[in-house]
């Protein structure tokens, strides 16, 4: 075959999608993130835009670790952990690629928050996170049915089987800060923290004849909040403001001791192949009017500046009932986790769930 030749059936090959997987793989976009933050009417506007396909595969912060270290980082293009899962994971295991930020439409974020993930996502000089959407963990409570303040309130006599919490790192920290403690604060002293974890881990164990269940999906809770069969839990801001849509009286209470604030960002996976897809996710996802679509479907909050003219009415008063100014600014935002610090978490859960 000659070269002329050769070119020609290059050019049909490219014409009729014949090309290389490299090829191929430009066209589509394979993204591991959290329910509800890929809404159907986004994923069409960007493939209308961008001729780019989107895989999604829904997940949850153990699981996006799980998977990128079973691959070394390979698998997905663009991954949304929340932002203190980010450093501890690159620095034992590389699971990421540092961001290229003269990709991104920096202009789109919020200030604030943009530089406060980049400070807590940066790693030898590199940052490796982006703040998409954020919220909080505190308390729905139905105020009708029961007084809750605070997280140890769930463990009192008179609610015996009528509350719920998660099995999870965010309850062992939520009780810490309750009890006058603040674990970020011992991040960097492995033997303390583990003291402080053992005495809520106790505290958790003796409570268990309260909880209804340890809620592992959203259902489940919302279900049992309805029913009535649960009067308080522990939960995020958005469930509860959903309930609230249904009955005035269950509302969402920013607790005493300062309700736990996470930001879920972008991260580029280490052996992520489509780089220029993943920067093109990202920064459609930041314009004002496609952030406000993807936070009404999440029911949380965005960190993409002026998405708030385009969100729904409703979920702002919400979230200004539930958070006055003095509440707001006690919200207590998780830091970069430490390696090591959800092992000793792990054992911690672990010994609660045997616990008679």
């Not at 963990?137 to 719920?164: Q, R, S």
């Not at 610090?341 to 010994?351: A, F, N, P």
Request: include cysteine; charge should be positive; charged fraction near 25%.
């Amino acid at each position: 075959m000659n070269v002329n030749s050769a070119l020609a059936a290059v050019a049909v090959a490219l014409g009729l999608g014949l090309a290389s997987p490299a090829f191929a793989q430009d066209k589509k976009l394979r993204l591991i993130t959290w329910a509800d933050y890929v809404p159907a009417d986004v994923v069409a506007q960007f493939k209308k835009e961008t001729g780019i396909d989107v895989e999604i595969t829904l997940s949850n912060n153990e699981e996006m670790i799980s998977k990128l270290r079973a691959t070394g980082g390979a698998g997905f293009d663009l991954a949304q952990p929340s932002q203190d899962r980010i450093t501890g994971p690159q620095q034992e295991f590389g699971l990421y690629k540092p961001m290229d930020l003269t990709k991104v439409k920096t202009e789109l974020f919020i200030p604030a928050m943009l530089d406060a993930t980049k400070r807590n996502t940066t790693l030898a000089g590199k940052v490796y996170g982006l703040p998409h959407i954020w919220g909080t963990d505190g308390l729905v409570v139905n105020t009708k049915a029961a007084k809750i303040i605070d997280y140890p309130d769930l463990c009192k006599p008179e609610f015996k089987g009528k509350t719920a919490v998660r099995l999870k790192r965010p309850t062992l920290l939520a009780f810490a800060f309750a009890a006058g403690k603040n674990p970020f604060a011992l991040y960097n002293d492995p033997k303390a923290y583990a003291a402080l974890m053992d005495d809520v881990g106790k505290k958790l164990a003796a409570c268990k004849g309260n909880l209804k269940f340890f809620w592992d999906n959203k259902d489940q809770l919302l279900n049992g909040m309805r029913a009535g069969e649960v009067v308080g839990a522990m939960m995020w801001d958005t469930g509860g403001w959903k309930l609230n849509n249904d009955n005035p009286d269950i509302q969402f209470i920013a607790p005493r001791s300062g309700a736990m604030g996470w930001i879920d960002t972008f991260a580029l996976p280490a052996k992520g192949r489509n780089d220029a897809a993943a920067y093109a996710w990202i920064n459609f996802n930041m314009r004002p009017e496609i952030a406000a679509k993807v936070a009404g479907s999440a029911g949380n909050f965005t960190a993409s500046k002026g998405a708030e003219q385009f969100m729904d009415k409703k979920l702002k008063a919400q979230f200004a009932a539930s958070f006055p100014e003095a509440a707001l600014k006690n919200v207590r935002w998780y830091p970069a986790v430490p390696a090591g610090i959800e092992d000793i978490e792990g054992r911690v859960l672990d010994r609660v769930k045997a616990a008679n």
